[in-house]
C-alpha cells in the first residue's frame, strides 16, 4: 500500500491523475476504512491523504455564501451555532449521522464523493442548491449537486480532480425540513431519506435511498409549485413513481419505502417552520 | 461490595484472549464452505501464493476422532467429505502475519458438488432433502396432562394462533478467539468460553488425549448470553490442531463478520396454539405444537427444545394441556444456547395469544391474566406442584400500577384522537423461567466444587464457573465472605483451568448464582469443618485456624462439596412427567410504546420489569442482569433480523443486523419482589434468562393495542407492521 | 512483508511524545494494541459501529479501527490507558460495566461528555453514547454512572 501526504493543495492536485499510479483522495475515512479488514485489494491500492491539508478546513462565510471546506466534518457544523441559527436542517441531518464518532471525523465532501444513495449529508446539501468545488491541475471548475450523480456511486468528479469545497447559497427558507427514516434512532443508515427546502426560488425535494443516487424529485416540486400542498399522501404518489423507483434489498422494501417517502413528504411540506 | 473486576474493565486493563501477547504465535484462520450442502470435490490452492510458508490442516490431521463431542458426535471438526451447511469449516491455516493468512484464505477454492438443502422447517423435507432418519427431525418431545380433546370439544370458546420468531445473534462485544499451545506435553487452550469442562471433554476425544494432557483455560470473555457455552469448543479444537501442527502457539480471533456468519444463534421457531377457555375465560385447555429449526448438527438442540416446550404453556393453570415439540435439522449453521435457550420463543407465542384469547373472551388482558395465573398449590404442565410462596398475581397488580397503564391509557386514547400520525398504547406479560438444569440434568452433572484456605489465611473459591459480565466473581465472594464471615478482600477466586479448578459444571441455565452459589456455602461449610471448628466459626477464628493448618502440615486445607437435589424433587425424563426445575423465577413486564404511522416505527418510551427471583444478591448486578435482558428482548421484538439466503446470513456486519443503542430505549424500570426460596445461597433464585422470556410480548402486545392489528411474528419491523397496518386499513386514515 | 515501506510518524499518545515507523495499511487501533501493546483499547467490529475502539483525537472521540494510523501523525491520542482510575467511582457504583468489553469505548465517550458538560444543552446523553454498543447492561448503568459524575444525580 502507497500513501501520500503532501502538505499543500497543489502539491496534492500534482500527485493526483497520473494514471499509472491512481490515488484515492482518504479523508475522515470513514467509508474508506470500512473495506480495510475484510477487503484485500484495499489495502494494496495507493491513498492520498487530504488530512495535512489545512487550507480544505473549516467553514467560511461570504455575503451570498456558506462554504463547507473539503475536510469539513458533521461536527464542525453542529457546532457552529451560526449554521444552526441559518440551516438548522444542516445541523438535523448532521447529527443524524452515525454517532459522534464518525460525526467527529466523516466530512460533507466525503459523504458527496462517496456517492451513497443512502447518504445524509447530500439530501441536504442538494436541497439547498449547493455547488460541488472541484479542482486539478487544469484549474477549477463547479457542478451543481443536483447534476452531479450521473448513477450508482458515480459522480463528476474525474481522477485528477479533488472536491474542494461545498458551496451553499445563502436564501431566505420559508421552510426547511429533514427527515431519516432508519431502522433505529441513531447510528443508522436510512432507509428512506427526506430533505425538503422552501425558498424565494420554490420548492425544493430531496429524495435518498429511494433510486440509485440521492435524487431532486422535481416533478414533486412541479405538483407543489402548481397545485399547492397535498390533501392527502397518495395524493403525491404520481409525481414520486415519476422521480422516484425504490428497490428491495437487505435494508427494508420498495413497497415499504414508496410508501413511507410518500407520508414523510406529505407531512413535512404541511408542517410550518424548519 | 463494587463488582470485583469492575475497575479492571473500566480502566482497560481486564485481558481478553485478543490481549494476550505471546512471542511467536501464529495467527489462524478458517477455511469454510461455501455451499450449504454437498460433496466436497476439490480444494484449490491459488499456485500464486508459497504454501510452504503456510501452516496447512485438515480433517486428516486430527489425531483423535473428528467429532466436536457434545450431545451427539454428529458435528465434525473439519468436515472431511461433506458439508452441510453455509460456513462450515473445512481447512485451517496459520502463519505469523495476519496479512498473509488472510489472504491465503481468500486463495483457497472449495469446489462442492451441490445437493438440494433443506431450509424452511415449515414445510416437511422432501425425499431428496432427508439427511436424519426420515424426516430429519433431530428431536421430539411432548407433555400430556389431562385430556385436552374432551375440554377443547366442551370449552365455551376454541382460540388458535400461530406465532413465529427468528434467529437472534448474541451480539456479544468480544468476538470469538482462543489462544493455544503446548507445554511440557500438555496441550493448552485458552480463550473467551462459557463452559471451559464441555471445552475439555470435546479435546480429549478429537485430540485423542488423556484427561490431563488437556487443559483449558478462561480468559476474560466479553459476553456470552450462551453464545459462548458450544461454540468456543470447535475454535479450541482448531487453534489445538494449529499449534499441533506448527509446534507453535497460535491464536484464531474471529472478525465480527466471521463470528456473525458462522456461530449460532436463537433458535427459529413456529408455534401453534389451540385453546380453550371456559364462559369466564378461564383456561380449559392448552394444545401446542412447538417446532424449531436446529440447524445442521444437533448440538444444543434437544435441550434447548426441552426448555422450550416446558414453558411453553405459561405460568398459567391448566388441567389439560398437550405440547409437541420437534426440533429439524437444517442446512443453516447449526443454531444453539443463547439466553433463554427456547423458552423466549414459547413465551413469545404464549404470551401474544393470551391477549388474543382475552380479546375473543371479552376480556381485558390484565384480568385474563389475573384469572389463571398459578396460585401457590397449582400445577404446572408437567404436574409440578409449586409452592414457592410467591404471590405472581400481586406480581402483576404492582407491574400494572407502576407503569401507570389506566391513566395511560386515557391519554393514549386523547393522543389517538388529536395527533395525526402518533398512537400509543400499553403491553403485557407474565412469564417464568426455570433456574439450573432441566429435569435431572443437575444431578447428571454432580456438580463439584471447592474452597480452600490458603496460607496466608484468605480462603479461594475453586469452580468451572466463568465470569462473562453476569457477576460471577462478585457473587461468590459476595457468598464465601458472607458464609464465613470473612472481608471480600480475603476471598479469592481460582481462575477457571481445568488443570485447577473441580468440574462444578457449565455456566449457562441461570445455575451459577443459585445451584453452584449454594456449592460455594457448602465447600465453605466443609472447610470450617476440616479445620476442627464450630458450625458457627467466623472471621478472625477461620483466619487463624488456615493459616495454622497449613504452617502445621504444609498443606492448604480444602473444603469440598457434591450437588445434591433438594429433597422431594422428582422428574421423569420417560414421561416428561415431575419437577422440571428445582425452582421459578417468575415475571410481570409492562411496555409503553410508541409507533409513528408515518413510518410504522415502533420506540419502547417506558418499560416497567417486576420479578421475583428469591433473596436479590447483589442489587447493581441483579438490576443490570434485568435491564440488559429487556434491551436485548426489545431488540428481539423489534429489529433484530437475521437475513437468510441459502443457508447463509447475509447481513452478517453490524451495519445491517441491528441492536438497541442508547438512543432506542428508555430507562428500564426494574423492581424485584423478594420471597426467599430457602434451596439458594441465602434464598436466591436464578436470574440471568428470565428478563429475555417477557419484552417480547410485552412490547408487541402494546403496538397490537396502540394502532388494533394482530402481530404474530418477530421482529416486528417497521416493514411487517406497515403490511398488517395495511390489512387492516380504513381504521385510522384520519389525516388532521 | 508485502512490500510496504513503513511510515514514520509522530504523535503526542496520553500526553507523551512518540515517534514509530508504521505499516501504512495499519489502523490507529492496530497501532495501539499490536504495535505499542496497549490493549486497553478494544476491537468489536472492525466497522465504526460498535465505539468499543473509542480514543480521542485532538479532543474528540473517534472509531480507532477506522482511522489509518498515518493519520494521527502531528495529532493528539489519547487512550483509555490514560484515565485516571480515580474518576471511575460513579461508574463502578452505577453497574457501567458488566463484561467489559465495550467499557473502555464508553469511558472514552463518556468522559468527554464529563469534560464537556456544555454539551448537554444540546444533547441528551443518550444521544451522545449512541456510538458505543454495549450487549449487557441496557446502556441504565452507563447512563447512571455519568449522570452520578456529573453531579446531576444524586
Ligand atoms: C458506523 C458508520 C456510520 C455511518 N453513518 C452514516 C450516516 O448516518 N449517514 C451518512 O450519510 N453516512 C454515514 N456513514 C458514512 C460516512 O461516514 C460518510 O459518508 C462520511 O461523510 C464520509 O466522509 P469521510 O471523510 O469519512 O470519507 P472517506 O472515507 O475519507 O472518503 C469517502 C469517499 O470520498 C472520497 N473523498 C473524500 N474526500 C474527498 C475529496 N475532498 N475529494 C474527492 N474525493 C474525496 C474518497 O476517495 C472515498 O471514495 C457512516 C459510516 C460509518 C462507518
Ligand atoms: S471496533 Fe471500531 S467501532 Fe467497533
Ligand atoms: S459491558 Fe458487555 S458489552 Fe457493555
Known amino acids: ?73 458533521y ?15 444542516l445541523v438535523e441531518a448532521a447529527r443524524q449521522v452515525g454517532a459522534i464518532q464518525i460525526q467527529s471525523r466523516g466530512t460533507w465532501a466525503g459523504n458527496v464523493a462517496n456517492g451513497s444513495p443512502a447518504a445524509d449529508g447530500v439530501p441536504v446539501l442538494m436541497a439547498f442548491g449547493a455547488v460541488i468545488v472541484l479542482e486539478s491541475r487544469q484549474g477549477r471548475r463547479e457542478v451543481p449537486l443536483d447534476a452531479y450523480y450521473s448513477g450508482y456511486r458515480e459522480g463528476a468528479r474525474r481522477e485528477a480532480e479533488l472536491i474542494v469545497a461545498i458551496r451553499i447559497p445563502r436564501r431566505a427558507h420559508a421552510l426547511q425540513r429533514f427527515v431519516k427514516v432508519g431502522p433505529r434512532r441513531a447510528q443508522a443508515i436510512a432507509k428512506v431519506g427526506l430533505a425538503v427546502a422552501r425558498s424565494e426560488e420554490g420548492w425544493r425535494v430531496v429524495a435518498a ?41 437487505l435494508r427494508s422494501t420498495a413497497d415499504y419505502r414508496a410508501r413511507v417517502l410518500a407520508r414523510v413528504l406529505f407531512d413535512a411540506t404541511r408542517k410550518g417552520g424548519a | 461490595m463494587e463488582r470485583i473486576e469492575g475497575l479492571a474493565k473500566l480502566t482497560g486493563r481486564e485481558r481478553y484472549v485478543d490481549d494476550l501477547q505471546v512471542d511467536g504465535a501464529l495467527w489462524g484462520m478458517t477455511v ?62 496459520a502463519h505469523p502475519s495476519r496479512e498473509v493468512v488472510r489472504r491465503a484464505a481468500h486463495a483457497i477454492e472449495i469446489e462442492v458438488d451441490p445437493e438440494p438443502p433443506y431450509l424452511d422447517v415449515s414445510v416437511p423435507p ?113 487453534a489445538a490442531l494449529l499449534t499441533l501442527a506448527a509446534d507453535r502457539p497460535v491464536k484464531i480471533v474471529y472478525d465480527r463478520g466471521e463470528d456473525m456468519e458462522a456461530t449460532t444463534k436463537r433458535h427459529p421457531a413456529i408455534v401453534r396454539h389451540r385453546t380453550g377457555v371456559d364462559a369466564d375465560g378461564r383456561l380449559v385447555a392448552q394444545d401446542i405444537d412447538v417446532v424449531m429449526d436446529g440447524g445442521a448438527y444437533v448440538t444444543l438442540s434437544p435441550v434447548v427444545l426441552s426448555r422450550g416446550i416446558i414453558h411453553a404453556s405459561g405460568p398459567y393453570r391448566c388441567e389439560n394441556v398437550r405440547i409437541h415439540g420437534r426440533v429439524m435439522l437444517t442446512n443453516s449453521p447449526p443454531h444453539g444456547a443463547f439466553r433463554g435457550f427456547g423458552a423466549p420463543q414459547t413465551h413469545f407465542a404464549n404470551e401474544r395469544h ?50 401507570g397503564w389506566r391513566e395511560k391509557e386515557a391519554a393514549h386514547a386523547e393522543l389517538a384522537r388529536t395527533d395525526p400520525w402518533l398512537r400509543r398504547g400499553m403491553g403485557l406479560a407474565c412469564f417464568h423461567h426455570g433456574a439450573g438444569f432441566t429435569g435431572s440434568g443437575e444431578v447428571m452433572l454432580a456438580s463439584r466444587l471447592d474452597v480452600a484456605g490458603l496460607p496466608d489465611g484468605r480462603v479461594e473459591v475453586r469452580s468451572a464457573n466463568i465470569e462473562m459480565g453476569q457477576g460471577t466473581l462478585t457473587i461468590f465472594t459476595a457468598i464465601a465472605a458472607a458464609r464465613l464471615g470473612l472481608a471480600p478482600s480475603e476471598v479469592a477466586i481460582a481462575e477457571a483451568d481445568t488443570g485447577r479448578v473441580p468440574n462444578s459444571g457449565p455456566t449457562v441455565a441461570s445455575r451459577t448464582a443459585m445451584i453452584v452459589g449454594r456449592l460455594v456455602e457448602e465447600a465453605c461449610d466443609d472447610l470450617r469443618l476440616r479445620l476442627g471448628l464450630p458450625a458457627d466459626a467466623r472471621g478472625e477464628e477461620i483466619r487463624q485456624a488456615v493459616r495454622e493448618h497449613a504452617r502445621a502440615t504444609g498443606e492448604e486445607t480444602v473444603g469440598r462439596a457434591e450437588y445434591e437435589p433438594p429433597r422431594g424433587v422428582l422428574w421423569d425424563d420417560a414421561t416428561y412427567r415431575g419437577d422440571a426445575y428445582a425452582a421459578y423465577g417468575w415475571g410481570a413486564y409492562v411496555a409503553e410504546v410508541e409507533v409513528d404511522l408515518r413510518t410504522w416505527a415502533t420506540r419502547v418510551v417506558d418499560f416497567v420489569a417486576v420479578q421475583d427471583v428469591g433473596t436479590v444478591l447483589h442489587r447493581t448486578l441483579a438490576a443490570g442482569q434485568v435491564q440488559g435482558g429487556v434491551a436485548q428482548g426489545i431488540g428481539w421484538a423489534l429489529m433484530e433480523e437475521c437475513r437468510w439466503k441459502d443457508g447463509a446470513m447475509q447481513n452478517a456486519q453490524l451495519t445491517n443486523y441491528i441492536v438497541p443503542t442508547s438512543f432506542d430505549l428508555p430507562p428500564i424500570r426494574v423492581h424485584f419482589g423478594e420471597t426467599p426460596w430457602p434451596g439458594g445461597p441465602m434464598g436466591a433464585k436464578g436470574l440471568g434468562e428470565l428478563p429475555i422470556d417477557g419484552p417480547a410480548p410485552a412490547v408487541v402486545n402494546a403496538v397490537a393495542r396502540a394502532i388494533g392489528v394482530a402481530p404474530t411474528e418477530i421482529p416486528l419491523t417497521p416493514e411487517r407492521l406497515m403490511d398488517l397496518d395495511r390489512r387492516a386499513e380504513g381504521r385510522h386514515a384520519r389525516i388532521a | 512483508m508485502h512490500g510496504s515501506p513503513e511510515l514514520p510518524l509522530s504523535f503526542t499518545l496520553n500526553g507523551d511524545a512518540v515517534s514509530v515507523e508504521a505499516d501504512p495499511a495499519a489502523r490507529l487501533l492496530d497501532l495501539l494494541r499490536y504495535d505499542l501493546g ?88 443518550r444521544e451522545l453514547m449512541a456510538g458505543n454498543l454495549c450487549r449487557c447492561t441496557g446502556y441504565d448503568g452507563i447512563i447512571e454512572g455519568i449522570e452520578a459524575a456529573l453531579g446531576t444525580r444524586s
Open chain 1, 75 to 89: 461536527w464542525d457544523v453542529i457546532t457552529d451555532s451560526r449554521v444552526g441559527a441559518e440551516f438548522p436542517i
Open chain 2, 126 to 238: 422432501r425425499p431428496d432433502q432427508l439427511q436424519r432418519g426420515e424426516d430429519n427431525v433431530f428431536k421430539r418431545l411432548r407433555i400430556e396432562k389431562g385430556d385436552v380433546d374432551t375440554a377443547l370439544a366442551r370449552a365455551a370458546r376454541v382460540v388458535e394462533g400461530e406465532y413465529r420468531t427468528g434467529a437472534q445473534e448474541h451480539v456479544y462485544i468480544e468476538t470469538q478467539g482462543m489462544l493455544a499451545w503446548e507445554e511440557n506435553g500438555v496441550v493448552f487452550i485458552k480463550g473467551s468460553l462459557q463452559c471451559p469442562y464441555y471445552v475439555h471433554k470435546a479435546a480429549i476425544r478429537a485430540l485423542g488425549r488423556e484427561p490431563d494432557g488437556v487443559r483449558i483455560v478462561q480468559a476474560a470473555t466479553g459476553g456470552g448470553f450462551g453464545g459462548k457455552e458450544e461454540y468456543p469448543s470447535m475454535i479450541a479444537l482448531h
Open chain 1, 209 to 249: 435511498s429511494v433510486a440509485p443516487t440521492v435524487r431532486r424529485c422535481r416533478a414533486v416540486e412541479r405538483r407543489l409549485e402548481e397545485r399547492g400542498l397535498p390533501g392527502s399522501p397518495e395524493e403525491l404518489d404520481d409525481a414520486l413513481r415519476a422521480d422516484v423507483a425504490p428497490i428491495d434489498d
Open chain 3, 38 to 125: 496497549m490493549t486497553g483499547t478494544k476491537e468489536g467490529c472492525g466497522e465504526g459501529e460498535c465505539g468499543a475502539c473509542t480514543v480521542w483525537i485532538d479532543g474528540l472521540p473517534a472509531d480507532s479501527c477506522l482511522v489509518p494510523a498515518f493519520q494521527v501523525d502531528g495529532r493528539e491520542v489519547r487512550t483509555i490507558e490514560s484515565v485516571d482510575p480515580a474518576r471511575l467511582g460513579p461508574l463502578l457504583s452505577s453497574g457501567a460495566t458488566q463484561c467489559g468489553a465495550c467499557t473502555p469505548g464508553v469511558v472514552m465517550t463518556g468522559l468527554w461528555i464529563l469534560e464537556n458538560p456544555g454539551l448537554l444543552r444540546s444533547h441528551a446523553i
Open chain 1, 1 to 73: 500500500m502507497k500513501v501520500e501526504r503532501p502538505r499543500a493543495l497543489a502539491a496534492a492536485l500534482g500527485l493526483l491523475g497520473d494514471a499509472a499510479a491512481p490515488l484515492v483522495p482518504l479523508a475522515g475515512g470513514t467509508d474508506l476504512l470500512v473495506h480495510w479488514p475484510v477487503r484485500p485489494d484495499a489495502r494494496t491500492r495507493g491513498y492520498l491523504d487530504l488530512q495535512r491539508l489545512d487550507e480544505l478546513r473549516g467553514i467560511r462565510w461570504s455575503e451570498d455564501a456558506l462554504e463547507l471546506g473539503a475536510l469539513a466534518t
Open chain 2, 32 to 93: 469454510r464452505s461455501r455451499a450449504p450442502r454437498g460433496r466436497i470435490r476439490e480444494i484449490r490452492f491459488d499456485p500464486a501464493v508459497d504454501w510452504s510458508e503456510i501452516v496447512v490442516v485438515d480433517h486428516r490431521d486430527i489425531p483423535g476422532a473428528n467429532e466436536v463431542l457434545l450431545i451427539e458426535p454428529d458435528q465434525p471438526v473439519l468436515a472431511a467429505e461433506r458439508v452441510r451447511h453455509v460456513h462450515e469449516p473445512v481447512l485451517l491455516l
Open chain 2, 354 to 403: 393470551m391477549d388474543v384469547v382475552a380479546a375473543a373472551a371479552g376480556l381485558d388482558p390484565i384480568e385474563l391474566r389475573r384469572r389463571n395465573l398459578l396460585l401457590d398449590g397449582d400445577e404446572t404442565a408437567t404436574g409440578q406442584r409449586i409452592v414457592d410462596g410467591v404471590d405472581r398475581i400481586a406480581l402483576l397488580d404492582q407491574a400494572v400500577d407502576l407503569s
